[in-house]
């Protein structure tokens, strides 16, 4: 996901803040915490590019990997981003592509899994 456009940088703090958080929840089906959400807009700057990506894995070589620049900065924001837990986590990756900055988040979210079930399923009487 990309956010690019000039009104984006023309409005206040506050109202880019309030996007910026309408953007997360959309692209994380508001997985992230609120917490989570404000460390993410206080590591951006408004004025700036910004790419998000969800990742599969939140360890640094496979973030570092998808990028198409040869010195990365990575700096982050929230979570183990070694790979160790399975809780989120994300990254602001800095490079130059092309003599232009790229200024990408990354976001990981463990995948959901289902929560075991301590009763059996009840099954349906058939209708008489």
Known sequence: MLLKNKIFQLQTKLENQRK??????QLTGDRLTSEQRHLIGEAI????????????SSSLPTITSQQQCGRAVIRPIFGDLEGRTNEPAAALVRCSVQGEEQNTVYIYLPVEKEEPRDEPRKEKAPDQ
């Open 20 to 25: 910026l958080e309408i953007v997360l929840r």
């Open 45 to 56: 700057v408004f004025y700036r590019q910004y790419h998000f990506r969800l990742c599969r």
